[in-house]
């Protein structure tokens, strides 16, 4: 799923093109990010075509903010800040619509039962607490790196992820 | 065997379990856990309960992406140039080979132009702070002149000898006035210093520390009195056509 040191160097490469006036090379970017980002934003968002808009603007807001990356390497942990963020707010908005508005489940995916309970769950908890659950275990980050991607120490990650483990059960055995 | 002791009778904590479950924890810390838990009925029954969680949320699907979504992302940058690339939607339609060059020299057509309005901006920006320069050069002069008249025209006494110095001080360092607006100045202060003082200049401009300097050089008659302040003053103010 997730190899950041391999693709680190093949993007620092991309990213001094495109810093260069490659434009193409930003194609490159996408087209190597654009599966976990997509996945990334639906598992918050819980709506298919929504995690699509949210991870098409977050390609488009990290190419004209490129020049501000520190390291040429970090462009995938750089992206997937730039997509929590976005997705918390787009997760925010669509909490006002009525979950028969939601469509949760995938592009061209068979309809998931499991899939729609768990949507629903996650929909019913606090947005601090459903992030750190789904960076932890459906992108199997490490303590540090949701840390980096949220901006907060790494105790505050653990306890996070206690709480929301504990309030995912709950609502869980509850449903 | 003590820090085993530490792990038994399950005083291990939610979140240093979760930790191990999570693989946060190495070493030797990491053994100690792994063989607790072996042996700790109510350890596996939380860890069950953590891998049903785990189980449960990866029940969600990975969705593909669509197949025009990097096209999307192109056509969302070009509809933020409007500029310089105005027709992207169009040219991505085009035979994918041209589409792509034409891509790259828009985006390049745009860099330039944001490059020759970026030296325009720096070249008004060089000859605003030139001007600022020249600006504050004339005040600086124009206020050391008004000074150096205000000791020519004030009373004689030797509370000028500190102003003389102070005044003389600020002309050695305005070293980029012009030439004429120096000497005049400092030709003020030596007149008025010579009526102020009377006899033996030489001695004052030493005690003011003003001897060793080129702007002080002795003059013919300075050492053996001066005369009375007044034809000095005038012989400066032109007075008898000098």
């Known amino acids: 799923m997730r190899d950041w040191l391999g693709q680190a160097g093949a993007d620092a490469g991309a990213v001094r093109r495109v810093l260069a006036g490659d434009a193409e090379a930003y194609a490159e970017l996408v087209e190597r990010h654009r599966h976990w980002a997509v996945n990334l934003a639906y598992h918050l968002i819980g709506d298919a075509e929504e995690a699509e808009d949210v991870a098409q603007e977050a390609f488009v807001i990290a190419y004209s903010k490129l020049h501000q990356l520190r390291s040429s390497g970090a462009f995938g942990p750089w992206l997937r800040r730039i997509l929590v963020n976005l997705a918390s707010r787009r997760r925010r908005r669509l909490s006002r619509r009525s979950a028969a508005e939601i469509d949760p489940t995938g592009v061209g995916e068979a309809t998931n039962s499991t899939a729609v309970a768990v949507h629903a769950v996650l929909r019913l908890m606090p947005d601090h607490l459903a992030v750190v659950l789904v960076l932890r275990e459906l992108h199997s980050l490490s303590y540090r790196e949701i840390a980096e991607t949220l901006s907060i120490p790494v105790g505050t990650v653990r306890s996070r992820l206690h709480a929301a483990r504990e309030m995912f059960r709950r609502l869980w055995d509850a449903e | ?242």
């Open chain 2, 1 to 242: 065997m003590m820090a085993l002791a530490e792990f038994q009778c399950c005083k291990v904590s939610d979140k240093q379990l979760a930790a191990f479950y999570d693989g946060e924890i190495s070493g030797w810390r990491a053994r100690l856990l792994q063989a607790h838990v072996a042996v700790c009925a109510r350890c596996q029954q939380r860890l069950e309960a953590l891998s049903r969680l785990t189980w449960a949320v990866r029940s969600l699907p990975r969705l593909t992406p669509s197949p025009g979504f990097t096209e999307a992302v192109i056509e969302a940058l070009s509809a933020r140039e409007p500029l310089v690339l105005a027709d992207m939607a169009g040219q991505l339609n085009a035979p994918s080979g041209r589409s792509g060059r034409e891509f790259v020299e828009a985006v390049m057509d745009r860099v330039r132009w944001r490059g020759r309005r970026r030296t325009a901006q720096l070249a008004a920006s060089s000859a605003k702070s030139r001007r600022a320069v020249a600006a504050s050069a004339t005040v600086g002069a124009v206020a050391m002149v008004a000074a150096c008249l205000l000791l020519v025209c004030g009373r004689p006494n030797l509370a000028l000898l500190p102003r003389a110095k102070a005044i003389v001080e600020v002309v050695a360092l305005a070293a980029p006035w012009p030439e004429q607006i120096r000497a005049a100045a400092v030709g003020l202060v030596r007149v008025r210093l010579r009526g102020a003082v009377g006899t033996g200049i030489d001695v004052e401009l030493q005690h003011i520390g003003l001897l060793g300097k080129p702007e002080f050089r002795e003059l013919p008659g300075d050492s053996a009195g001066a005369p009375a302040g007044g034809s000095g003053l005038n012989s400066y103010c032109g007075k008898d056509g000098g």
